[in-house]
């Protein structure tokens, strides 16, 4: 029988957030994907007023926000949510193999 390699690289696929928030002064993506880190992964806005971050993720569901300049906002481009412990919504993301 074949060992499992512990040291095998887990395959990550690319994922692209974009959030259009022309105003915004900061934009932090937040997620599961790094325990809701509100510092971790800060976008960038590109000279049409689009916020981008890309993410390289191992296949799996995650759950995630915006936090723009300060509030938690979801993803208006992403209709695919589910219930938080908060009474409010995250968006969800799947990531295939």
């Known amino acids: 029988m074949p060992k499992s390699n512990p040291k095998a ?3 990550r696929r690319r994922a692209l ?4 928030a022309p105003e915004a002064r900061e934009v932090i993506l ?9 510092e971790a992964h ?8 689009v ?16 936090l ?11 209709q695919d949510i589910c219930h938080n412990c908060f009474g409010t919504f995250n968006n ?3 990531v295939c193999e």
């Open 42 to 49: 800060p976008m960038k806005k590109n000279r049409h007023g």
């Open 30 to 38: 937040t997620g599961d994907f790094k325990n809701w880190n509100t």
């Open 68 to 78: 723009i300049d300060g509030r938690w906002r979801n993803d208006p481009k992403n």
């Open 92 to 94: 969800v993301l799947i």
């Open 9 to 11: 690289k887990v395959k």
């Open 51 to 66: 916020w981008e971050k890309t993410m390289m993720l191992p296949a799996g569901r995650y759950e995630y926000k915006f």
């Open 17 to 20: 957030f974009r959030l259009e």
